[in-house]
């Protein structure tokens, strides 16, 4: 939802040449939330994988702990990083643009 509305406003800032710092924010949101999303979805799948015949400190535990200690720490970094990010501006929008002439689509220099 938050990218939709955040290609909305990127929509009516090219329309109308004003640029909205809201879009900004809004697209840094997005992204950052793509992020998290990716690293709960790995969480989940390797809890679920899970079963009564996973051997105790094999190769799937042991990853998982890992994974799981790794993850702690990007949690607890997620809320002050992304704080910073929106507050330097940083986004992967404003430095990766897909071309739209004619030709093969690919990033544009």
Do not use: C, H, W
């Not at 998290?36 to 809890?47: G, H, P, V």
């Not at 890992?66 to 910073?84: D, E, G, H, K, T």
């Amino acid at each position: 939802m938050i990218g939709y509305v955040a290609y909305q406003y990127r929509r009516t800032e090219a329309k109308s040449g004003v640029k909205f710092n809201g879009a900004k924010i809004l697209v840094l949101l997005a992204e950052s939330g793509l992020v998290y999303a990716i690293l709960q979805i790995i969480r989940l799948s390797l809890i679920l994988s899970f079963g009564e015949s996973t051997p105790a400190y094999g190769s799937l535990d042991t990853g998982y702990a890992i994974f799981q200690s790794a993850n702690l720490v990007v949690v607890a970094m997620y809320p002050p990083s992304l704080i910073i990010i929106i507050d330097r501006g940083y986004s992967i929008a404003d430095t990766v643009q897909l071309s739209t002439t004619s030709g093969s689509p690919g990033l544009s220099s």
